[in-house]
């Protein structure tokens, strides 16, 4: 299991309800300050039994203040089923990734640690917070102190057979040596490839959240690794191409640190991910493209617009004509 780590406190009164019974009032965001590069940290409430309600809050803090969080990289998942989870003592609609994940956080937390989490931390319903929000991320992954990555908790099912990355325990003195070593070889490559075609690798955002930041832990079920752990063990038990899921992921981040992404490369090379919205094809990738500073982001604007300032993009950038057929 993934080690604590020590962590700024923040007051845990902070916005925080003082009724612990579940609220009916909807939660409602309060702006941000507009003229300070700012945005909302998710502390997630301690408790007492894993089973309890799930309840956080949100502070706001500036970039100036260099605070210390991790940023969660995660799929959305289905719109429905929906969990009741608690905001600032509100009732909020959590999907079921999400609250999943926010139960595993809970567990292994430091208490008072900050977290960002897009679902919570950004006002969808806001296009323009969206929008300048949206031109932060780039800046927030990079300045997370790691990168949490999250596959779902319907890995818990190998967990009795599995551990990936931990020194194996002897088998009781009872079990059988040879039978017990088949059944996890047999769960791992199991594991192995639903690991590998996970919907999350997918994702389009996931290029810019982990190409941000070197530090990354990935999270399933109730295991923990690094992603260079992550990386060996999938290459030494997958049979599946190299060329898909995870380790394709892998040397397009190696790539990034070389300095070697354009946006035109980027939109080739992940032209089959996927994205909610079309117009985060675009937008989705811009904030990992070394040459894309400037580009114009508005969710406002439709996906045609959106790929004319693309095109007119490419028509003034010099360094990108060396990329064209």
Known sequence: MAANESRRRVDPTASQATDPS???????????????????????????????????????????TRPKFDALSYTWGDENPKEAIQVDGCAFEARKNLFDALRYLRRH??????????????????????????????????????????????YAKYESDVEPSWPRELPDSGTNVEESQTQRAKSERDMVKELVSDEYWNRLWIIQELGQNEQKKICFGNMATTWEAFIQFITTNSSVSSTQGPQRLDRHLKEKYQG????????????????KER????YGLVGLAADARGFPMDYEKSPMDIWMDTMEFFERTPAIRRYRD
């Open 22 to 64: 579940p609220a009916s009032k909807a939660f409602q965001y309060q702006p941000l300050d507009e003229n300070v590069d700012c945005t909302r940290f998710v502390v997630i409430n301690p408790a007492e039994n894993d089973d309890d309600p799930i309840s956080c809050h949100l502070v706001h803090l500036a970039f100036g």
């Open 260 to 275: 070697s992404h354009t946006l035109r490369r980027l939109l080739l090379d992940h032209k089959d991910a996927q994205c």
């Open 109 to 154: 937390m430091v208490e008072g640690e900050l977290f960002w989490i897009d679902a919570l931390c950004i006002d969808q319903d806001n296009i323009a917070e969206r929008n300048r929000q949206l031109r932060m991320m780039g800046h927030i992954y990079f300045r997370a102190q790691k990168v949490i990555v999250w596959l779902g908790s319907k």
């Open 279 to 282: 117009k985060d094809k675009v």
